[in-house]
T-cell receptor, first 115, second 115 residues
Framework: DQQVKQNSPSLSVQEGRISILNCDYT??????FLWYKKYPAEGPTFLISISSIKDKNEDGRFTVFLNKSAKHLSLHIVPSQPGDSAVYFC??????????????FGKGTLLTVNP | DAGVIQSPRHEVTEMGQEVTLRCKPI?????LFWYRQTMMRGLELLIYFNNNVPIDDSGMPEDRFSAKMPNASFSTLKIQPSEPRDSAVYFC?????????????FGEGSRLTVL
């Protein structure tokens, strides 16, 4: 009963092109969404987030889109660079229970950017 | 600045042995989290603390698992007795409770193998 689903275990993209990573969620109580990036042998690091009151948030080459009616979010990376090769985790939290910090993570998508 | 420090980085033990994982959060961070990463289940929240007090331990799999935070700069996750299915990477993370909601700072993880 995964509440946050990343259905693509892996994605391969050419350098300079757009990478689109997808995430679906089932819990309608989630109202804050985040993307984390993880290199091998390191812990995940925060990349970008979006509140449910927005449908888009942009930070440099990274843009996150949220479609609440579809319970779907996506991370766009453009242009993709070889250094972006990593595992990307989608995460969600809700205000119910009083904490923004109880994150539910997806299983991750391995992005490979080929030179 | 030092990040979240976890030890040991790698632990190989035999079934039935006690395992203790240690974490030093970033100074000044009020929240501390223990996550477990496996291929099957991805990143799962086990327990989190706020100001050294356990807030939510609903993710702790069973009584064999226990976590403590005796002070603001140290936490332990103990498994006794350990079983092969406990093999995973265990991450500790901390958060200041301010700034970007849900932004956690992860350690590099402790890879546990139970034979």
């Amino acid at each position: 009963d995964q509440q946050v689903k990343q259905n693509s275990p892996s994605l391969s993209v050419q350098e300079g092109r757009i990478s689109i990573l997808n995430c679906d969620y089932t819990n309608s109580m989630f109202d804050y969404f985040l993307w984390y990036k993880k290199y091998p042998a390191e812990g995940p690091t925060f990349l970008i987030s979006i509140s449910s009151i927005k449908d888009k948030n942009e930070d440099g080459r990274f843009t996150v889109f949220l479609n609440k009616s579809a319970k779907h979010l996506s991370l766009h990376i453009v242009p993709s660079q070889p250094g972006d090769s990593a595992v990307y985790f989608c995460a969600a939290s809700g205000h119910s229970g009083g904490s923004n910090y109880k994150l539910t993570f997806g299983k991750g998508t391995l992005l490979t950017v080929n030179p | 600045d030092a990040g979240v420090i976890q030890s040991p980085r790698h632990e190989v033990t035999e079934m039935g042995q006690e395992v203790t994982l240690r974490c030093k959060p970033i100074s000044g961070h009020d929240y501390l989290f223990w996550y477990r990463q496996t291929m099957m289940r991805g990143l799962e929240l086990l327990i989190y603390f706020n100001n050294n007090v356990p807030i939510d331990d609903s993710g702790m799999p069973e009584d064999r698992f226990s976590a403590k935070m005796p002070n603001a700069s140290f936490s332990t996750l103990k498994i006794q007795p350990s079983e092969p299915r406990d093999s995973a990477v265990y991450f500790c993370a901390s958060s200041p409770g301010t700034g970007v909601a849900g932004e956690l700072f992860f350690g590099e993880g402790s890879r546990l193998t139970v034979l």
